[in-house]
């Protein structure tokens, strides 16, 4: 949870000119606290409760789950809105990529909805950018979905422009909802309602001066005449009966096609009115329930998972769990791999509070590993078979972008394996340190030999929490920001968790919700693996939540969560051999990696260690056949 400096109502808001008739009045109000961000910060900041009420894209309401919405108000559309829309240069059947502006997940998966009810159930290929890159991709089979002001911007450009809310006019009949004032349940009480209402009234008295103020700043005053027609004649301001319809149609139709939970249309004065008439509160749906859509692939809200959380029964969690296991590998395989985790350098400058691997800049047990050392674990690797290293280290400031290079070209030239190499974090730091983009790091890496991406640094993507236990180390969007470049660039990488610091079970969710967001833009992540954090005497955090029976239900609950990431792999390196065959049964259909070595959590006094005869015999005692996979998790042998 945030830490609360005030009592006023926090109030975000996405900061489009459409938007500004509903909040700009509030500026100056002594009882509220107003900000302004894209929509997806917006979103960000509701679910990771950081604000109080937001006027948020209606997708990243139901994504986050049991909000609620202001009654009478909304950005929305009965025909063409004209500042979100599909434009190319040619037909919409005859694209093969649209690039997707990111800053708003509900243009997003309306684009999506549309094409596809266009196409007949067939869709191009996606590529997530930001605004300007969105546009500059524009040209022959490329189109882009581009949103707000850009939109508007050029406006009658592109040879073929498909307006997104007309579309869905056509298709359904019904009007659309873009953003609406949403809130956690009990977040607003009925004077607070009052003065956003009041708001509203203010701000379409104003919208000639909100237009035109917004033409100057953006230097933009040829399109004066067109700002105004927009927030006066194009947007609809008033959420009535027909935009509900519209919003639960649009709630039902993503939900049918895998890209939103399920999401139901109800608002703050109806739990009001509950609690005045003494009325029971509608019907929570039954854990049983829940856990069924979710052991049948459906997906899941940031607040269900939380409730699973914290009302299911581990034995209950693991069977759907292995449910969905089983509907995704029906083979009754379980994978595992031959390689090594190579950790190159121990020093670092990130001081990361929970580590117990690292070392400063000059510390006398600091460490840059030799060839000569290196070799000998990779000769150790070749001859047991091995496929892949997995190398990563601290953030050496000492080791320019050249020595990596180096070093892939003589590891690939003299021992042919796989390159799973350098987490986000490191990618970022050589980026910053040659003063490089992430993309021509990345490039550069991949031409010298690496193959994927291992997803260590994520710890919990979400900020409180990163600037808590490492204030050094890269932001949630950074991170995610490499895997979205690396992904782009056709390189594929892992994701994780590591938990049981000071996160809460929201902070949990947040962090899987990210990820899967992420995936449904790029589909670049193969596998996801949890452990808890490992405490040894001397790191500066204390131990969160943890335990055996903690780790099984967050394994189990990222498998439920995650239902567009293929695989989930067991924990045994921190866990133990023995909580990693279990944990085949609750949602795992990869045992990870023969460990020869392991420095990281070794350090907290973690030393479990195994080979591939013992891996095989623990997935044929949990009931499974055993093959090796390489990163990809392609079979390299039959099953046995």
């Given at each position: 949870?945030?830490?609360?400096?005030?009592?006023?109502?926090?109030?975000?808001?996405?900061?489009?000119?459409?938007?500004?008739?509903?909040?700009?009045?509030?500026?100056?109000?002594?009882?509220?606290?107003?900000?302004?961000?894209?929509?997806?910060?917006?979103?960000?900041?509701?679910?990771?409760?950081?604000?109080?009420?937001?006027?948020?894209?209606?997708?990243?309401?139901?994504?986050?789950?049991?909000?609620?919405?202001?009654?009478?108000?909304?950005?929305?559309?009965?025909?063409?809105?004209?500042?979100?829309?599909?434009?190319?240069?040619?037909?919409?059947?005859?694209?093969?990529?649209?690039?997707?502006?990111?800053?708003?997940?509900?243009?997003?998966?309306?684009?999506?909805?549309?094409?596809?009810?266009?196409?007949?159930?067939?869709?191009?290929?996606?590529?997530?950018?930001?605004?300007?890159?969105?546009?500059?991709?524009?040209?022959?089979?490329?189109?882009?979905?581009?949103?707000?002001?850009?939109?508007?911007?050029?406006?009658?450009?592109?040879?073929?422009?498909?307006?997104?809310?007309?579309?869905?006019?056509?298709?359904?009949?019904?009007?659309?909802?873009?953003?609406?004032?949403?809130?956690?349940?009990?977040?607003?009480?009925?004077?607070?309602?009052?003065?956003?209402?009041?708001?509203?009234?203010?701000?379409?008295?104003?919208?000639?001066?909100?237009?035109?103020?917004?033409?100057?700043?953006?230097?933009?005053?040829?399109?004066?005449?067109s700002y105004r027609s927009y927030v006066h004649d194009t947007i609809r301001y008033d959420l009535g009966d027909e935009?509900?319809?519209?919003?639960?149609?649009?709630?039902?139709?993503?939900?049918?096609?895998?890209?939103?939970?399920?999401?139901?249309?109800?608002?703050?004065?109806?739990?009001?009115?509950?609690?005045?008439?003494?009325?029971?509160?509608?019907?929570?749906?039954?854990?049983?329930?829940?856990?069924?859509?979710?052991?049948?692939?459906?997906?899941?809200?940031?607040?269900?998972?939380?409730?699973?959380?914290?009302?299911?029964?581990?034995?209950?969690?693991?069977?759907?769990?292995?449910?969905?296991?089983?509907?995704?590998?029906?083979?009754?395989?379980?994978?595992?791999?031959?390689?090594?985790?190579?950790?190159?350098?121990?020093?670092?400058?990130?001081?990361?509070?929970?580590?117990?691997?690292?070392?400063?800049?000059?510390?006398?047990?600091?460490?840059?590993?030799?060839?000569?050392?290196?070799?000998?674990?990779?000769?150790?690797?070749?001859?047991?078979?091995g496929v892949q290293i997995l190398l990563q280290g601290g953030l050496n400031p000492e080791l320019p972008i050249e020595?990596?290079?180096?070093?892939?070209?003589?590891?690939?030239?003299?021992?042919?394996?796989?390159?799973?190499?350098?987490?986000?974090?490191?990618?970022?730091?050589?980026?910053?340190?040659?003063?490089?983009?992430?993309?021509?790091?990345?490039?550069?890496?991949?031409?010298?030999?690496?193959?994927?991406?291992?997803?260590?640094?994520?710890?919990?993507?979400?900020?409180?929490?990163?600037?808590?236990?490492?204030?050094?180390?890269?932001?949630?969007?950074?991170?995610?920001?490499?895997?979205?470049?690396?992904?782009?660039?056709?390189?594929?990488?892992?994701?994780?968790?590591?938990?049981?610091?000071?996160?809460?079970?929201?902070?949990?969710?947040?962090?899987?919700?990210?990820?899967?967001?992420?995936?449904?833009?790029?589909?670049?992540?193969?596998?996801?693996?949890?452990?808890?954090?490992?405490?040894?005497?001397?790191?500066?955090?204390?131990?969160?939540?943890?335990?055996?029976?903690?780790?099984?239900?967050?394994?189990?609950?990222?498998?439920?969560?995650?239902?567009?990431?293929?695989?989930?792999?067991?924990?045994?390196?921190?866990?133990?051999?023995?909580?990693?065959?279990?944990?085949?049964?609750?949602?795992?259909?990869?045992?990870?990696?023969?460990?020869?070595?392991?420095?990281?959590?070794?350090?907290?006094?973690?030393?479990?260690?195994?080979?591939?005869?013992?891996?095989?015999?623990?997935?044929?005692?949990?009931?499974?056949?055993?093959?090796?996979?390489?990163?990809?998790?392609?079979?390299?042998?039959?099953?046995?």
């Amino acid at each position: 949870m945030s830490e609360r400096v005030s009592t006023k109502l926090r109030v975000s808001a996405v900061e489009y000119l459409n938007a500004q008739p509903l909040y700009l009045a509030l500026a100056g109000n002594p009882d509220v606290e107003l900000d302004t961000a894209l929509p997806a910060e917006v979103a960000r900041r509701v679910a990771e409760d950081e604000t109080d009420l937001a006027l948020m894209p209606v997708a990243a309401a139901a994504t986050i789950g049991d909000l609620r919405l202001v009654r009478g108000m909304g950005i929305c559309a009965r025909g063409k809105v004209r500042s979100v829309v599909i434009v190319s240069e040619r037909p919409l059947e005859e694209l093969t990529e649209v690039s997707l502006d990111l800053s708003s997940r509900t243009s997003v998966v309306l684009a999506r909805l549309v094409i596809r009810h266009r196409l007949g159930g067939k869709e191009p290929k996606y590529v997530g950018r930001v605004a300007a890159d969105a546009i500059a991709s524009i040209g022959g089979t490329t189109g882009a979905v581009v949103i707000g002001d850009p939109a508007l911007r050029i406006e009658g450009k592109p040879a073929y422009t498909l307006d997104l809310a007309e579309a869905w006019r056509e298709w359904t009949g019904l009007p659309f909802v873009f953003a609406a004032w949403f809130g956690r349940p009990g977040a607003l009480d009925a004077a607070q309602e009052a003065i956003i209402q009041k708001a509203k009234v203010d701000g379409m008295a104003r919208r000639d001066e909100i237009s035109d103020a917004w033409a100057k700043a953006n230097g933009r005053d040829e399109l004066l005449a067109s700002y105004r027609s927009y927030v006066h004649d194009t947007i609809r301001y008033d959420l009535g009966d027909e935009e509900a319809q519209a919003l639960a149609r649009f709630y039902e139709e993503a939900h049918k096609a895998g890209l939103l939970p399920k999401a139901e249309v109800r608002f703050f004065d109806q739990d009001r009115d509950d609690v005045a008439s003494g009325s029971k509160p509608a019907q929570r749906q039954s854990l049983d329930t829940l856990l069924g859509r979710a052991a049948d692939g459906e997906r899941l809200s940031a607040a269900e998972g939380e409730r699973l959380v914290a009302e299911a029964e581990l034995f209950d969690l693991g069977l759907a769990a292995d449910a969905v296991r089983n509907r995704k590998h029906p083979h009754d395989v379980v994978t595992y791999i031959v390689d090594r985790n190579v950790n190159y350098t121990n020093v670092c400058t990130t001081s990361c509070r929970f580590c117990a691997f690292y070392r400063p800049v000059g510390h006398p047990e600091g460490y840059v590993l030799s060839r000569e050392v290196l070799g000998q674990k990779l000769q150790e690797v070749v001859d047991a078979g091995g496929v892949q290293i997995l190398l990563q280290g601290g953030l050496n400031p000492e080791l320019p972008i050249e020595w990596y290079e180096d070093l892939f070209r003589w590891m690939k030239k003299e021992y042919g394996l796989g390159l799973h190499a350098l987490s986000p974090e490191e990618i970022l730091h050589i980026a910053q340190m040659e003063k490089l983009s992430t993309k021509t790091v990345l490039e550069r890496l991949r031409a010298a030999g690496l193959d994927s991406v291992p997803g260590g640094g994520a710890e919990i993507l979400v900020d409180r929490v990163r600037r808590k236990i490492a204030k050094a180390k890269c932001t949630s969007e950074d991170w995610l920001g490499v895997m979205r470049v690396a992904h782009q660039m056709g390189l594929r990488s892992s994701c994780t968790m590591m938990y049981g610091t000071v996160d809460t079970a929201r902070d949990r969710i947040q962090h899987l919700v990210k990820l899967r967001d992420l995936q449904d833009e790029t589909g670049g992540f193969t596998a996801f693996f949890c452990w808890d954090f490992q405490h040894e005497s001397g790191v500066r955090i204390e131990a969160g939540d943890h335990g055996t029976m903690f780790y099984l239900r967050q394994q189990a609950v990222a498998r439920l969560m995650l239902d567009n990431v293929a695989h989930v792999g067991a924990s045994w390196v921190t866990q133990g051999p023995d909580v990693g065959q279990v944990a085949l049964r609750f949602g795992a259909d990869d045992y990870g990696s023969v460990m020869f070595e392991e420095n990281v959590v070794s350090s907290a006094g973690t030393t479990f260690c195994t080979n591939a005869g013992a891996i095989e015999a623990r997935i044929h005692g949990a009931g499974f056949r055993a093959v090796r996979r390489n990163v990809r998790y392609d079979w390299l042998n039959e099953p046995s």
